[in-house]
């Protein structure tokens, strides 16, 4: 058992609960690197972004393979692989879009809070923990409330009519419906998807949030090579006024490559179009953006601005499309990182960083060498001792500060050289944080009186990294005292224990309630060398049996031997 106020349990399930991202718990994370994201990379001069979703996008990495794979991975899908903040003691909540196990390849986006234009940003990214086989991801904790549809387009599957195949990542299920033939999986960041120019397109079942009214903002990255009008995304009605928007690359006469909007709002139905066409060599990739503000209308290309006008657009039943307008017009190339938001204009610095980030990952923020094993949790202990108390052993330690400390664990063995098995059935409760001294006890009642028991602490923090201490053995009275070389238990060196230890040898009489006793030569171990060993000293002048020897004493070396009883060693320390 073990004494704590149950109000620490209680708050420590509280802030766990209240944490986005799921709980690493387990051992140890064994690997880390540290990704430093460069201030000159993130746009504007003072401030931050909050809540950015930074891509990391490493091609290939001979660390990050599965240890299948000569790596440090420890499991296929990346599920041991984690990111946190600059203390190492936060879990940002990150959405794996793509890992694979042979080569280490990683496409990762990461939710980063704070996001400093000034002054680089340090996280870490941890691998290589074991106990760990089902996924850390918080995937809708990366993107904001206001994004309602992330599309990364790298799913394929054969054939047409696979419902939800293109999953929605913001965490509201606007998931798409698969009429894309094509099998092409060109794209800027990962795969994307190659549209045929004739009739493939994504359909995403009309919904709430993808009524974007007057303010909103809609990104993509496309690659085309043709002048004709094609669709990126589209929700309006195909008919009357044509309620609703379009985001689409203009065909025809002085627009031709144009990003253009289409809303039927400010205009009564018209295009507005950004001022830069789109590359039309089929090896080019542009990143596309309409941010719309109360109906304030800025287009940017590959970051930058390109153009402003006016619009809004009317809700409508209508489905999303992705890669096709409503009346037509599919996509003729590839469409990658579709997203959309509703309720926020986002400002040019964060279209202008998105774009820094995704075109060119290597040089928005650089990786440091591996370090391991895993930093140890925050935890300074003072003292850990074990003692004896009566048919039980209490465990106690004293930790002068504790920082991010869910509680600890305790492990027993026979021998302070192992192996230890945790005995303790849950946890005992830390501190969560603690700037001043803290004592803890834990009694383990289920003990072998004249055996030995060694102890080890484990302390383990909020993010499931654990840090051993010990081992420790116990002490006092629960030790056994005996006479070595006393076989027969009479207090005294002799014959009888010669005989005793024979006829035990033999099989004729029945294990001696103290073997350490019996152990004359204290090898740790019950043959015919201990009756030799005594008789040698008895009538020949050899070695005296080693301590605790002729007078009663606790064994002074470690073995697995047992001693219930010594007699006359029992009634001697009771007299006292």
């Known amino acids: ?76 899908e990346g599920d041991d692989i984690i990111f946190r903040d600059s203390t190492g003691r936060v879990q940002l909540d990150h959405e794996i879009e793509t890992y694979v196990a042979s080569t280490g390849q990683l496409i990762a986006w990461v939710r980063i809070p704070t996001l400093s234009k000034s002054t680089d940003t340090d996280i870490y990214i941890y691998y290589g923990n074991d106990d760990i086989t089902t996924s850390l991801e918080n995937v809708g904790g990366v993107w904001d409330s206001y994004y309602k549809g992330v599309w990364h387009l790298k799913e394929e599957t054969a054939g047409t009519g696979t419902t939800d195949l293109y999953k929605d990542s913001s965490g509201n299920a606007n998931h798409g419906d698969d009429y894309i033939s094509d099998t092409g999986r060109s794209g800027q960041i990962g795969y994307g998807k190659t549209f045929d ?83 039309d060599d089929a090896s080019a990739w542009n990143h596309v953006a309409v941010s719309v503000s109360s109906g304030s209308v800025t287009f940017y290309t590959d970051g930058a601005s390109d153009g402003t006008t006016t619009a809004s657009a009317t809700a409508n039943a209508e489905a999303l499309l992705l890669g096709r307008e409503h009346a037509g017009y599919t996509f003729n190339g590839s469409i990658d990182e579709i997203r959309i938001s509703k309720g926020i204009a986002r400002t040019g610095d964060w279209i202008q960083t998105c774009y820094n980030n995704q075109k060119n990952p290597s040089t928005f923020y650089s990786i440091g060498d591996e370090e391991g094993p895993g930093a140890p949790t925050a935890v300074t202990l ?58 803890y006890r834990y009694e383990d009642v289920n003990v072998l009186r004249g055996r030995p028991h060694c102890y080890k602490l484990e302390s383990i923090d909020l993010l499931g990294e654990s840090t051993l201490y010990g081992p420790v053995c116990a002490q006092g009275s629960g030790e056994p005292w005996f006479i070595r070389g006393d076989a027969d238990g009479d207090g005294l060196l002799g014959m009888g224990d010669i005989v005793r230890s024979l006829r035990y040898q033999m099989a004729l009489d029945p294990q001696p309630p103290c073997l350490k006793a019996a152990d004359s030569n204290d090898d740790g171990r019950i043959d015919w060398a201990d009756p030799i060993f005594s008789a040698n000293h008895l009538f020949a002048g050899g070695s005296a049996p080693p301590p605790p020897s002729p007078s009663c004493g606790p064994d002074p070396t470690v073995d697995e031997l047992p001693c219930e009883v010594h007699l006359p060693c029992d009634q001697s320390r009771a007299a006292k």
Request: net charge neutral; no cysteine; aromatic share 10%.
């Open 382 to 439: 003072m003292g850990l001792t074990a003692t004896w108390r009566g048919s039980s052993i209490l465990i106690e330690w004293e930790t002068s500060s504790e920082i991010d400390t869910l509680g600890f664990q305790i492990s027993r063995s026979s021998s302070a050289r192992g192996p230890f098995a945790r005995i303790t059935g849950s946890m005992v409760p830390g501190h969560l944080a603690s700037l001043r001294s803290q004592r």
């Open 1 to 76: 058992m073990h004494w704590r106020s149950p109000w620490i349990s209680l708050v420590a399930l509280t802030f766990l609960l209240s944490e986005g991202a799921p709980l690493a718990l387990g051992h140890t994370f064994n690997y880390r690197r540290k990704i430093t994201i460069e201030a000159d990379y993130v746009a504007g001069t003072s401030g931050s972004l909050t809540d950015f979703p930074v891509l990391i996008n490493i091609t290939s990495d001979n660390n990050l393979r599965t240890a299948a794979n000569g790596g440090h991975v420890q499991d296929a």
């Open 197 to 279: 120019a004739s009739d493939d397109y994504v359909t995403i079942p009309d919904h709430d949030d993808l009524d974007v009214g007057n303010t909103f903002t809609i990104s993509a990255w496309v690659n085309t090579a043709t002048g004709v009008r094609q669709g990126i995304a589209s929700k309006f009605t195909n008919g009357g006024s044509y309620p609703g928007y379009a985001m689409s690359i203009k065909g025809g006469g002085s627009g031709t490559g144009l990003p253009a909007l289409w809303t039927d709002g400010n205009f009564g139905g018209n295009w507005q179009r950004a001022s830069t066409r789109v590359d």
